[in-house]
C-alpha cells in the first residue's frame, strides 16, 4: 500500500471508530471538502472547522460505515470506490448505496474530498415513511 492509500484507508479507520478528532488530524489546515447539496450535509466547506462541520451535519443526519472496496492511486489522487451502509436518524430506514470519494493527498495529509454518492437512493431512503413498531 502506497503512502497516500494508507492515509485515506487511516482516514476511514478513524472515521469507523468515530474518532472525529484523528479524522481532523489528518486533514490540511486548508482542506475542502465538497457534497451535493440536495443531501441536508452537502456543500462546500473549507478548512479544519468547515470539515468539523461537515462531519456533525452527516453523523445528526445519518449512522453510517463506510466500506472502501478498492483505492485507485492517481499521482496525488486516490479514488475510492466505496459501498456506505448504515440508518437514516429521522425515520430509522437502512440504507446500502454506492460511493466514490475523490481524495487529494499532498504532503501525507488530506487536502480535498469530493464524496459523490448514489444521490438518488440516499434521498429515497430519507424520505420514507419513518419506521415503526
Known amino acids: 500500500m502506497s503512502e497516500r492509500t494508507q492515509v485515506v ?5 478513524a472515521f469507523e471508530r468515530r474518532d472525529v478528532a484523528a479524522v481532523l488530524r489528518g486533514l490540511d489546515a486548508d482542506i475542502r471538502l465538497a457534497k451535493t447539496s440536495m443531501l441536508p450535509w452537502g456543500g462546500t466547506y473549507r478548512g479544519t472547522a468547515g ?5 456533525q451535519k452527516l453523523t445528526t443526519s445519518v449512522e453510517t460505515t ?8 492517481a ?12 440508518r437514516v436518524r429521522s425515520n430509522d430506514v437502512r440504507f446500502d448505496v454506492r460511493a466514490v470519494h475523490v481524495w487529494t493527498i499532498r504532503d501525507g495529509r488530506v ?23
Open 9 to 13: 484507508s487511516d482516514m476511514y479507520a
Open 51 to 55: 470539515a468539523a462541520s461537515f462531519f
Open 66 to 73: 463506510i466500506i472502501a472496496e478498492e483505492l485507485i492511486e
Open 75 to 86: 499521482g496525488e489522487t486516490v479514488v475510492a470506490v466505496a459501498r456506505t451502509r448504515g
Open 111 to 133: 487536502a480535498a474530498i469530493e464524496f459523490y454518492t448514489d444521490t438518488p437512493a440516499m434521498l429515497a431512503a430519507m424520505e420514507q415513511a419513518p419506521t415503526g413498531d
